[in-house]
Protein backbone atom coordinates (compact mmCIF):
# COMPACT_ATOMS: atom_id res chain seq x y z
CA UNK A 1 0.00 0.00 0.00
CA UNK A 2 1.20 3.77 -0.36
CA UNK A 3 1.97 5.82 2.54
CA UNK A 4 0.83 9.51 2.83
CA UNK A 5 1.13 11.83 5.03
CA UNK A 6 -1.78 14.88 4.80
CA UNK A 7 -0.66 17.63 6.68
CA UNK A 8 -1.81 21.37 7.23
CA UNK A 9 -5.14 21.12 8.60
CA UNK A 10 -5.97 23.74 12.01
CA UNK A 11 -8.69 25.65 13.45
CA UNK A 12 -9.45 28.67 11.13
CA UNK A 13 -12.25 31.56 11.50
CA UNK A 14 -14.96 31.70 8.80
CA UNK A 15 -13.24 33.67 5.89
CA UNK A 16 -9.69 32.55 6.35
CA UNK A 17 -7.41 29.67 4.39
CA UNK A 18 -5.37 26.94 4.99
CA UNK A 19 -3.10 24.87 2.28
CA UNK A 20 -3.25 20.70 2.93
CA UNK A 21 -0.37 18.85 1.36
CA UNK A 22 -0.44 15.16 1.22
CA UNK A 23 3.57 13.61 0.36
CA UNK A 24 3.32 10.38 -0.85
CA UNK A 25 5.66 7.47 -0.92
CA UNK A 26 5.82 6.04 -4.56
CA UNK A 27 8.27 6.06 -7.17
CA UNK A 28 5.26 6.55 -9.93
CA UNK A 29 3.13 9.13 -8.11
CA UNK A 30 2.82 10.39 -11.43
CA UNK A 31 0.51 8.48 -13.09
CA UNK A 32 -2.26 8.52 -10.53
CA UNK A 33 -5.15 10.79 -10.87
CA UNK A 34 -5.31 12.07 -7.40
CA UNK A 35 -8.16 13.56 -4.94
CA UNK A 36 -8.58 15.02 -1.71
CA UNK A 37 -11.82 13.87 -0.04
CA UNK A 38 -13.35 14.88 3.15
CA UNK A 39 -15.76 13.28 5.71
CA UNK A 40 -17.73 15.31 7.81
CA UNK A 41 -18.95 13.57 11.57
CA UNK A 42 -21.99 11.53 10.38
CA UNK A 43 -21.67 12.10 6.80
CA UNK A 44 -20.35 9.78 4.04
CA UNK A 45 -16.88 10.92 2.37
CA UNK A 46 -17.01 12.60 -0.35
CA UNK A 47 -14.47 13.24 -2.91
CA UNK A 48 -14.13 17.47 -2.77
CA UNK A 49 -11.46 18.08 -5.93
CA UNK A 50 -9.59 15.87 -8.09
CA UNK A 51 -6.44 16.38 -10.40
CA UNK A 52 -5.83 14.19 -13.46
CA UNK A 53 -2.24 13.15 -13.84
CA UNK A 54 -2.49 14.89 -16.76
CA UNK A 55 -2.89 18.31 -14.58
CA UNK A 56 -6.80 18.31 -15.37
CA UNK A 57 -9.09 19.25 -11.94
CA UNK A 58 -12.37 19.17 -10.91
CA UNK A 59 -14.02 19.81 -7.79
CA UNK A 60 -17.76 19.67 -6.11
CA UNK A 61 -20.27 22.62 -6.77
CA UNK A 62 -19.73 23.24 -2.90
CA UNK A 63 -15.88 24.16 -3.46
CA UNK A 64 -15.93 25.59 -7.00
CA UNK A 65 -14.01 28.73 -6.69
CA UNK A 66 -12.55 28.74 -3.49
CA UNK A 67 -10.53 25.31 -3.27
CA UNK A 68 -7.94 25.03 -6.24
CA UNK A 69 -6.09 21.36 -6.40
CA UNK A 70 -2.90 21.21 -7.64
CA UNK A 71 0.14 18.52 -7.64
CA UNK A 72 4.08 18.57 -7.81
CA UNK A 73 5.03 14.76 -9.42
CA UNK A 74 8.84 15.69 -8.70
CA UNK A 75 7.81 15.90 -4.87
CA UNK A 76 5.17 13.86 -5.30
CA UNK A 77 3.06 15.71 -3.49
CA UNK A 78 -0.22 16.88 -4.14
CA UNK A 79 -1.81 20.26 -2.89
CA UNK A 80 -5.40 21.91 -1.12
CA UNK A 81 -5.49 25.12 -1.20
CA UNK A 82 -8.76 26.45 1.03
CA UNK A 83 -9.82 30.26 0.85
CA UNK A 84 -12.71 31.46 2.25
CA UNK A 85 -13.72 28.16 4.48
CA UNK A 86 -17.17 28.25 5.69
CA UNK A 87 -17.86 26.05 9.01
CA UNK A 88 -19.67 23.60 6.97
CA UNK A 89 -16.24 22.70 5.39
CA UNK A 90 -15.00 21.65 8.31
CA UNK A 91 -14.32 17.50 8.30
CA UNK A 92 -11.44 15.39 8.47
CA UNK A 93 -9.52 15.98 4.93
CA UNK A 94 -8.06 13.06 3.22
CA UNK A 95 -5.67 12.19 0.01
CA UNK A 96 -5.99 8.96 -2.16
CA UNK A 97 -6.18 8.17 -5.73
CA UNK A 98 -9.42 8.67 -7.94
CA UNK A 99 -10.48 5.39 -9.22
CA UNK A 100 -12.05 2.20 -8.53
CA UNK A 101 -9.37 0.91 -6.28
CA UNK A 102 -8.18 3.69 -3.42
CA UNK A 103 -5.17 2.68 -1.31
CA UNK A 104 -5.72 2.16 2.47
CA UNK A 105 -7.26 5.27 4.11
CA UNK A 106 -4.90 7.22 6.29
CA UNK A 107 -5.18 9.15 9.18
CA UNK A 108 -6.51 12.51 7.37
CA UNK A 109 -6.09 15.89 8.49
CA UNK A 110 -8.55 17.60 10.54
CA UNK A 111 -9.77 20.91 9.22
CA UNK A 112 -12.39 22.79 12.05
CA UNK A 113 -14.32 26.24 10.56
CA UNK A 114 -15.16 28.12 13.15
CA UNK A 115 -18.49 30.34 12.70
Known amino acids: QVQRVESGGGLVQAGGSLRLSCAASISIFSIYDMGWYRQAPGKVRELVASISRGGSTNYVDSVKGRFTISRDNAKKTVYLQMNSLKPEDTAVYYC?????????WGQGTQVTVSS
Open 96 to 104: NRVGPLPWN
